[in-house]
Structures are given as structure tokens and as C-alpha cells.
T-cell receptor, first 114, second 116 residues
Framework: GAVVSQHPSRVICKSGTSVKIECRSL??????MFWYRQFPKKSLMLMAT?????????EQGVEKDKFLINHASLTLSTLTVTSAHPEDSSFYIC??????????FGPGTRLTVL | AQSVTQPDIHITVSEGASLELRCNYS??????LFWYVQSPGQGLQLLLK??????LVQGIKGFEAEFKRSQSSFNLRKPSVHWSDAAEYFC??????????????FGTGTRLTIIP
């Protein structure tokens, strides 16, 4: 199967700082990647759809100025949590779409904001 | 609104026993349905999917699921579970977003515990 990596797997940062999370499709090109957020004992919630070479589309209620998404190449999308606050602490998961209705998921990044 | 419901938050099953995880969906059109498994430290892995055709779908690791339109259900089954099946299981449905992309909507998940 296709492989999607995320880096870092865990990050702890101070309140007010920014954190960048990388999502890479290792063995296929992905024009579309997705970013999800998962709260403890909760489902995955789609935050935004990242399209290579164009602006990301954000789901309702997701602050685009806080969660900056860049999809600069066909194998890399980044999510930057700006001016992080403790309530941003969560598990962030990306996926890369190889073809329609076929997504492969990264292992996730645990963000803790102190 | 489109949604996916997994009524069971946590299920405990003895090793070797059969398993059924429930999933109900609400979607106006013919749904594209998925079951994923999430293990600690690993990404979501696709177990199986249903798009059309035979309503009984075979997946990996010995799992199967049956699509029942009349009941709006897509329950996951396994005849004999193994200790390695302990994980979180998510049912999901694809909808087309306002921007034309397919969008996976997940259920809240069912945590499966296996006891000896």
C-alpha cells in the first residue's frame, strides 16, 4: 500500500509560538491532501483540503489564519499552527489522495501546547 | 445532513469469538462506505470499502461488512477475533463537499478490547 509520513510525531511547544507539521506521500504523487483533527475519544474532523498549487479550502469553523496550510509540491503539505494556545492541543492527522475515493493516512502528530 | 453513527463506544470480546461492529449512515444518495482501523502509533488503515455491486464486502485481516440499504447500515464482522485486532475502528462515508472534493465523514469510533 501507499505510504504517508508525518513529522514530527510529537511536539510540545509554549503558548504563543508556531508549530509546523509536515505530511509527505512517499511513493505516490498527491494533488490533494487532507488535514484532520482528532480529539480524545472523538472522531476525526476534517479541517481543510489542501490542493497542490492553490489555496487550501477550509471547513466551516476552522480559522484559516490560525491553521496555515501550504501544499507546495505533489508530495508535501504542511500545516502550521500559528500562535498556538493550549486549546490547540490535539492529534493532527493528514491524508493524501492517490485517486478519487482513495486516501492514505499518516500516523498523526500529537501537539501539546503548554 | 450526512452523518455516520457508531452506537457502540467500546466493545469487549474474547479472543476467538465472533465480532460485529455497528455502523449506520444518513445520506441521501448512494453512499460510498468505508471501515478503517486505527492502532496506536499507526495511521488509519483501510479495512474495506463499498461503492456498488455485491453488498457483502470482503476486506483485509479476515474482516467483512454488509451493506443494507433498507437499514442504512454497514456493519463490520469477523468470525474469530485475534488479540492483534484490539484497536479503534471507524466507519466513514464519502460525501461531495461544496467545493467538489470528496469528503470523508467519520463516525465516533468503536474501541475494541480483546480478552484472553
Amino acid at each position: 500500500g501507499a505510504v504517508v509520513s508525518q513529522h514530527p510525531s510529537r511536539v510540545i511547544c509554549k503558548s504563543g509560538t508556531s508549530v509546523k507539521i509536515e505530511c509527505r506521500s512517499l511513493d505516490f504523487q498527491a494533488t490533494t491532501m487532507f488535514w484532520y483533527r482528532q480529539f480524545p475519544k472523538k472522531s476525526l474532523m476534517l479541517m481543510a483540503t489542501s490542493n497542490e498549487g492553490s489555496k487550501a479550502t477550509y471547513e466551516q469553523g476552522v480559522e484559516k489564519d490560525k491553521f496555515l496550510i501550504n501544499h507546495a509540491s505533489l508530495t508535501l503539505s504542511t500545516l502550521t499552527v500559528t500562535s498556538a494556545h493550549p486549546e490547540d492541543s490535539s492529534f493532527y492527522i493528514c491524508s493524501a489522495r492517490r485517486r478519487i475515493n482513495e486516501q492514505f493516512f499518516g500516523p498523526g502528530t500529537r501537539l501539546t501546547v503548554l | 445532513a450526512q452523518s455516520v453513527t457508531q452506537p457502540d463506544i467500546h466493545i469487549t470480546v474474547s479472543e476467538g469469538a465472533s465480532l460485529e461492529l455497528r455502523c449506520n449512515y444518513s445520506y441521501g444518495a448512494t453512499p460510498y462506505l468505508f471501515w478503517y482501523v486505527q492502532s496506536p502509533g499507526q495511521g488509519l488503515q483501510l479495512l474495506l470499502k463499498y461503492f456498488s455491486g455485491d453488498t457483502l464486502v470482503q476486506g483485509i485481516k479476515g474482516f467483512e461488512a454488509e451493506f443494507k440499504r433498507s437499514q442504512s447500515s454497514f456493519n463490520l464482522r469477523k468470525p474469530s477475533v485475534h488479540w492483534s485486532d484490539a484497536a479503534e475502528y471507524f466507519c466513514a462515508v464519502v460525501i461531495i463537499s461544496n467545493f467538489g472534493n470528496e469528503k470523508l465523514t467519520f463516525g465516533t469510533g468503536t474501541r475494541l478490547t480483546i480478552i484472553p
